[in-house]
Every structure is written in C-alpha cells, then in structure tokens.
C-alpha cells in the first residue's frame, strides 16, 4: 500500500451508522432514509482502516509543508485535484500549556482550505464542470483558488455586506461573485445546481449537512496536532455550522481507533452568542436547532442552523457548546494582537471560549480558523496622517507610551 492511494471505501448515515451507501457519487443533501423535514442527518466517510500503513503516522515520517492533505491520502477521500500546499499550519505556544494552531497559514489564510481541496476533488470526480457554494467569505475565496486551480469555474452566493476586501479577494481567483440576500442564498445555489450541472460545495439541507467530503480535510487538523503535542486535555474551535468541529473529533477518534492512543481531547463549540445554534440544540438534546440571528462582527461564524456533527462532536467528547458574546471575542482577540498574532474576529473565538470556561486541563489547543485580512472593517483606514515635523511626531509617540 502506498502513501498516496485513499482507503475510501463507502458513505455512511451520522443518523443510523448501519447504513451505508457507495462511495459516488457524494451525497451532499445527506441520508434520505433518516433525514426528516424537519431535521437533514449528514453521511460521513468511512475507510479500510485494516490497510492503513503502520508508517502514516510515524514520529520519523518526514513530509514537506508543499505535500499538503497529500501526506494523509490514505485517511481521505480521492484526492483529485491539485492542491496550494495546504495544511502544515503551525502549532504556537501561546502560553505554558495553551498552544494556538493557526490555521491563517493557509493559502488563501483560512482553515477552509482544508475542505476545499476535499469537496473540489470531488467535484472532478463527478466530471461536474464547476463548483457553487454559499459564503460569507473564507469558504467561497477558498473555493474560487481550489476551483481555478483545478481548471473549475466557480460561483459564489454571498452577502449584501460583503467586505470590501473579501470582495476584491473573490474576485481575483476569477470566481463569479453573486451577493444577494442572506436568506436567498442557498435557494439559488440549489437552482444552479439543478440547472447548471455545478457541484455544490456547501450546504443544501434544511438543517446542515453539508459535503460528505468537506470534514474529512479538518481532521488533518488533529493529526498534525497530535504529530505535534499528542492528544491535547481539550481543543477550543470557532463553529458555524460545525464541519471544523466535527473533522477535528473525528480525526482524533480515528487516532485512537488506529490504537495510537487510549483517549481522545474534550471539544469545545464556540460559538458567537448571536446566534448559537449548536448551544441551543444541545440545551434542547435535539439533533439540530434553529435560531433568531442577532448582529454581531463574528460574520464568519454566525449561522440560523446548526448541523448533528456538532452535536456529536460535543457529546461524545464530553466538551461544552459555549456561547460568546462579541466584547469577550474582542478581548481575545486583542490578546492575539499582542501576541504578534493577528487573527479574524471569528477566529479568535477558541481562545475566547477557553477564557470563558478556566482550567480544563493542560495542554489546550485553541484553533485559529483565519486572518484578520478577513474581518468587516479592513480595507478602510485607520491612522491619521502625522505632520512631517519633530514636534508632532514626538506628541504622537509620546501618546502611544514611549518615553526618551
């Protein structure tokens, strides 16, 4: 068995694990035979984990950041299309026993990159002659580099109050950029779906479900974290619908399915309190909630409907789904800043749920999902203009604290 061959072997419900399905084509509206009208149950990928070799994860195994999700081609889907290097992120200390995996080293700076290597695989795979997705931002740029990287067209639904330089961003990969109303998103890419022929790469179900493929890319997340620290005592990740989530436990359930270790991290949803749906869906122990959306910076992340992987991964992990109100996402943030670290609102929200909870063991990982390149307000300047002259000059440092 080489490295480079995927031990995919089929898709399996998250609503009954009995039942399966063939590996093509992927179903992204989900299990039709659990889902309800009212709830839509994901389908997962499983794989012959009798086949893996014993050297994937080998503390000796060397690999080169530009191998990217190839490294782990065994544990994912076919990997079809070429890949930006993604992955590899680096694993900071941040403090003693808190590590931040920062995920803005990504190509197009977002963990997003992950899935879309996955999802844009697929798509060839289907011989669909593009890609569509509803984004407020990191997925459709990621989307749009996978997809003129592949040689894809891709179009991309996304809000009215789009940022100006995620526009510019967008625009760049060659993406037909759509922004329309929020909730009129996902009605037209299912029409562009239906009529077009384009492979959707988000969500289509009443309650997320997302691509089959997508989370498999996250869980390359938890490999390199425990190739890195082991199995940290709980990993805090920013959730929207909750693919991140559920691809980090996953990966680390694998981990200990392969016998390479006896216990797995709490996992922590956090997420903007504007809308919280997985927080409400496991107040509730119900499979999915929908939620009223207040306004909130953390766009990236805010989402009406959660999804059952997120439920899952906070259950059977023993983790919490925690509810972050904007100044404590700010706070972190901040922190970050001062760190050398400069991440998205959205993306700050790992560490902002650790200082919510306090001491939940050590170490900890926080997971930091994107740059701050991404946030609202960039693209509009800050700094006022200084007047050439010593005086002035030395007004403003003396202003910003600094004494001589």
């Known amino acids: 068995m080489t490295a480079g061959i995927s031990l995919a072997t089929r898709q399996r419900s998250l609503g009954d694990p009995d039942i399966r399905y063939p590996l093509w084509p992927p179903r992204t509206h989900g299990c039709p035979r659990t889902s309800t009208s009212r709830v839509s149950y994901p389908v997962e990928v499983d794989y012959d984990y009798e086949r893996v070799p014993a050297a994937l994860f080998s503390p000796t195994r060397t690999a080169r950041r530009a191998d990217g999700l190839d490294r782990w081609a065994p544990l994912l889907p076919p990997l079809s299309a070429p890949g930006l290097g993604e992955g590899g992120t680096p694993l900071i200390e941040f403090e003693p026993g808190v590590y931040l995996k920062d995920e803005s080293r990504n190509p197009t700076w977002s963990h997003k990159d992950r899935l879309n290597r996955c999802t844009t695989s697929a798509a060839l795979g289907t011989g669909a002659p593009g890609i569509v997705v509803a984004s407020s931002g990191n997925h459709g740029a990621s989307a749009a580099a996978f997809a003129a990287r592949a040689g894809l067209r891709c179009v991309v639904f996304t809000g009215l109050d789009l940022p100006p330089a995620v526009d510019t961003f967008l625009n760049a990969y060659g993406a037909v950029v759509l922004p329309v109303p929020r909730a009129a998103r996902w009605p037209l890419?299912?029409?562009?779906?239906?009529?077009?022929?384009?492979?959707?790469?988000?969500?289509?179900?009443?309650?997320?479900?997302?691509h089959p493929f997508g989370p498999e890319g996250y869980k390359t997340i938890a490999y390199e974290i425990f190739q890195d620290l082991g199995v940290p005592a709980a990993?805090?990740?920013?959730?929207?619908?909750?693919?991140?989530l559920f691809g980090v436990w996953?990966?680390?359930?694998?981990?200990?399915?392969?016998?390479?270790?006896?216990?797995?991290?709490?996992?922590?949803?956090?997420?903007?309190?504007?809308?919280?749906?997985?927080?409400?869906?496991?107040?509730?122990?119900?499979a999915a909630a929908?939620?009223?959306?207040?306004?909130?910076?953390?766009?990236?992340?805010?989402?009406?409907?959660?999804?059952?992987?997120?439920?899952?991964?906070?259950?059977?992990?023993?983790?919490?789904?925690?509810?972050?109100d904007d100044t404590r996402l700010e706070a972190a943030q901040a922190e970050l800043a001062r760190a050398g670290l400069w991440t998205e609102l959205s993306g700050a929200a790992g560490l902002a749920g650790l200082r919510s909870v306090g001491d939940v063991g050590s170490p900890v990982v926080c997971v930091s999902t994107s740059s701050g390149f991404k946030d609202a307000a960039v693209g509009s300047r800050t700094t006022e203009a200084v007047d050439p002259q010593w005086d002035e000059v030395y007004r403003r440092l003396r202003a910003a604290g600094l004494r001589g």
Request: aromatic share 6%.
């Open 235 to 244: 990993v805090f990740v920013p959730t929207g619908y909750g693919e991140l």
């Open 250 to 286: 996953k990966g680390f359930a694998e981990l200990r399915r392969l016998g390479l270790t006896d216990r797995l991290p709490r996992v922590f949803a956090c997420e903007p309190a504007a809308a919280a749906p997985l927080a409400e869906a496991m107040r509730q122990g119900v």
């Open 189 to 210: 890419m299912r029409q562009v779906v239906d009529r077009m022929g384009l492979h959707p790469v988000s969500n289509l179900t009443p309650t997320h479900t997302g």
């Open 290 to 324: 929908r939620v009223e959306v207040s306004p909130t910076a953390a766009y990236s992340i805010v989402s009406v409907v959660s999804g059952y992987r997120g439920v899952l991964a906070v259950r059977d992990s023993g983790g919490r789904a925690l509810a972050l």
